[in-house]
């Protein structure tokens, strides 16, 4: 274990002055009072809407990142979450959850010279995600511990966010979840990972559209009998639960960097949650070159960055759907790393919008050029990155593989002209049977189910 000096090793957040605490949360609102990582992860949200952030950010030991390679992934886990989970959870739990969290492979995959890809999605739903649903479920699993009424976790997935939620949640004793799914429109792998597991997990299956899901998620918070008789939570990268675990995969990518010089480091990019991680990583002392957010048609970010003018739009769909995202929500948490001064926040992140016929041309070319089959959003962050590094041509980069190309095989088989062959890991879902319960694409529908059951 890796001993961090509490007093002279932080760096105090932007905002918050000498009453700053390791641990506590405030809302980014400011309207509501400072949180426990505990309350800061039941809660979701704070009360006035704003999202949580910690009061003070780790300055790890020099020596820690110098001889990182000593560490044991877990052991990597602990002393990066540890400061941020405070005294919620006792370290010898923090302990299991992290080794429970992590026990799959991070590898950092040379495509050449200049470009590695950290691939995300050797988890049990092939996506990032797996990370920060497993920890927040083995977090939430531990508050609920003597409680005796259940929380229930509500969640809309346009594919992705859902079979990680539903697959680390499975089993997790006093936590009920509640998936949303728009039907027909999910691809099958990701529709067998939402609906095949039972126990815990129930899948809604609505006759309409990912944005019918979120408006209808969003409403039952808002509902007042609901939140009289269930105890609802969230478990999108809002969450402190979620989002914070995101840095280790930073930390794992730099265990395997063998260059002298720092990466650059380009993140496939849609509600920001991934990346604000990593640059949090940034900031307790990791190693970075520079950041680049890598966008599909959805360019809030990137417009931003260049007019600087924020301005959010309604989502447009994309072949990388998990990143159609038109008001990205941990954008303020970046803002806040950087002291809401966009000239500093230019001097570490560059943003890139990357159309779709050039996502699929990219996984056409990368696959021919170094067999390397990319899927549709690790494609986005390859080429963000090969256009950074056209102006920058000394620097080397990592670009973040964020899902195993087979769940979006549609795509992916007409770039490449190859049957992508379903990795061993999840050919047992074939054989599953699909249970979703279809719903009408209306609150009331959901309310009247959600009463119903409870
Ligand atoms: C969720 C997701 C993203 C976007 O991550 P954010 O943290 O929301 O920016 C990128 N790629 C894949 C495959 C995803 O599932």
Redesign the pocket.
């Known amino acids: 274990m890796v001993s961090i000096n509490f007093n002279k090793r932080f760096l105090l957040s932007p905002l918050q002055g000498a009453g700053a605490r390791v641990g506590a949360y405030y809302s980014l609102n400011h309207q509501s009072p400072a949180v426990t990582f505990a309350e800061a992860t039941v809660k979701g949200q704070a009360p006035d809407k704003g999202l949580y952030f910690p009061q003070l950010i780790p300055l790890l030991p020099k020596g820690f990142i110098e001889n990182i390679g000593d560490y044991s992934k877990e052991e990597i886990g602990v002393t990066v979450m540890q400061p941020y989970v405070g005294d919620s959870i006792p370290g010898n739990v923090l302990q299991h959850i992290i080794s429970e969290t992590i026990n799959f492979e991070f590898p950092l995959v040379k495509l050449n010279d200049a470009v590695y890809s950290l691939e995300l999605f050797h988890g049990p739903t092939l ?3 797996d990370v920060g649903a497993r920890f927040m479920s083995r977090c939430l699993g531990y508050f609920n511990r003597n409680s005796n009424h259940h929380t229930t976790v509500l969640v809309a997935t346009s ?3 859902g079979g990680a939620v539903a697959n680390g949640f499975l089993g997790v004793e006093g936590v009920d979840v509640v998936i949303l799914y728009p039907s027909g429109k999910v691809s099958p792998i990701q529709e067998l990972q939402l609906t095949t597991l039972g126990q815990n997990i129930a899948a809604l299956e609505v006759t309409g559209t990912f944005d019918d899901c979120q408006a209808m998620v969003k409403q039952a918070f808002m509902d007042n009998d609901l939140s009289q008789k269930l105890q609802l939570t969230s478990a999108n ?1 809002i969450n402190v639960a979620r989002w914070l675990p ?1 840095q280790l995969y930073y930390f794992f990518a730099y265990q395997q960097w063998a260059d002298g010089q720092p990466p650059v480091i380009s ?10 991680a990593g640059m949090l990583a940034y900031r307790s002392g990791l190693p970075v070159q520079h950041f680049i957010a890598a966008c599909n048609a959805n360019d809030v970010v990137p417009q931003f960055l260049e007019s600087g003018n924020y301005t959010p739009k309604p989502a447009v769909a994309t072949i ?1 759907n ?2 159609d ?1 038109g008001n ?1 929500s ?1 954008f303020v948490r970046i803002m806040e790393m950087f002291d809401q001064n966009t000239g500093n926040l230019k001097s570490m992140l560059s943003s890139y919008s990357v159309d779709d016929a050039t996502t699929a041309q990219t996984i056409k070319e990368v696959y021919t050029k170094c067999g390397y089959m990319l ?1 549709p ?1 690790g494609a986005v962050g390859y080429y963000a990155l090969s256009e950074y590094l056209k102006t920058h041509p000394n620097g080397k980069g990592i670009f973040l593989e ?2 195993h190309p087979v ?1 979006f095989p549609e795509v992916v088989e007409q770039a490449t002209g190859t049957k992508i062959p379903f990795p061993e890991s999840v050919q047992y879902l074939a054989a599953r049977e699909k249970k979703s319960i279809l719903v009408d694409a209306n609150f009331e529908s959901l309310k009247e189910w959600l009463i119903g059951r409870g």
């Open positions: 996506a990032f995600k594919g992705d966010t990268s995101q993140v496939p990019s849609g509600n920001f949650g991934n990346i604000c990388s998990a990143m995202v990205p941990n899927d959003h964020t899902a769940k």
